[in-house]
């Protein structure tokens, strides 16, 4: 009677050259990962972004007294608001120089998600100053949040500003 041999006995050449295929591609990836040496920005540069999701006011108005006596019970809100978000209006001033400026519309195909800014700017490295104007209601007369930050940014390195809507205020990180 004949042995059973394991079936990996037979394939140990295959293992073998599998095996240093693998180790092969792992190591062209671990040296190609480093090299080139790449910088998203120029030398002694660096970046900010300005990135943040936030919805606009709904319009709306308040149902007459026959409106609601027309609805049944369950459907009596006093209010009707539209499907539909405003745009937000979002200012961004660099060092006193306004860079940024614009209508953010909402998302969706009814206008009725969040508008989502990002922006990015690259700036010589060192002090700024950062003024940031948003008006989310547009029936209100003026910005409903401003923010103003002294910054101090590093060769190469990235600060975000974003916007918190519980708190209703810009922050850096």
């Known amino acids: 009677m004949t042995e059973a041999v394991p079936f990996w006995q037979g394939r140990i050449r295959h293992l073998a ?6 180790l092969a591609l792992g190591a062209a990836t671990a040296v190609l990962s480093a090299r080139p040496a790449w910088q998203s920005v120029a030398p002694g540069d660096g970046l900010l972004r300005l990135s ?10 308040d ?5 609601l006596a027309a609805l049944p019970r369950n459907m009596r ?3 009707l608001c539209e499907r539909a978000r405003s745009a937000v209006r979002v200012e961004l001033d660099i060092d006193g120089v306004a860079v940024f400026s614009d209508d953010v ?3 969706g195909l009814a206008d009725s998600g969040p508008s989502r800014v990002y922006q990015r700017f690259e700036l010589a490295a060192g002090a700024h100053r950062i003024t940031l104007r948003m008006r989310d209601d547009p ?5 409903t949040q401003r923010a103003e930050f002294d910054v101090v940014l590093d060769p190469g390195k990235s600060i975000a500003v974003d916007f918190d809507a519980t708190t209703g205020r810009f922050f850096i990180h």
């Open 17 to 22: 050259l599998g095996g240093a295929l693998t």
């Open 105 to 107: 519309s909402p998302s």
């Open 77 to 79: 809100t006093a209010q």
């Open 63 to 67: 149902r007459t007294p026959e409106e």
């Open 139 to 143: 029936a209100a007369d003026d910005f």
């Open 52 to 61: 943040f999701t936030h919805s606009g006011a709904r319009v709306c108005r």
